[in-house]
């Protein structure tokens, strides 16, 4: 779930970033959120039971 929501949230920062030329803070903060996601989701997904 968290991957699905990452990745749509990369997509939405590479539309706004090159299409639609948005260049102010958020769609950068986007980038962030997603890159946050990613990385919990590896971390919590590679825990040995």
Same mark, same amino acid.
């Given at each position: 779930m968290l991957l699905i929501i990452a990745a749509i949230l990369i997509i939405g920062w590479a539309l706004g970033l090159f299409a639609f030329h948005v260049t102010? #803070? +958020?769609?950068?903060?986007v980038l962030v959120v997603a890159l946050v996601i990613?990385?919990?989701n590896?971390?919590?997904?590679?825990? #040995? +039971?």
């Open positions: 102010g #803070a +958020l769609i950068h903060l990613l990385v919990v590896f971390i919590s997904g590679r825990r #040995a +039971l």
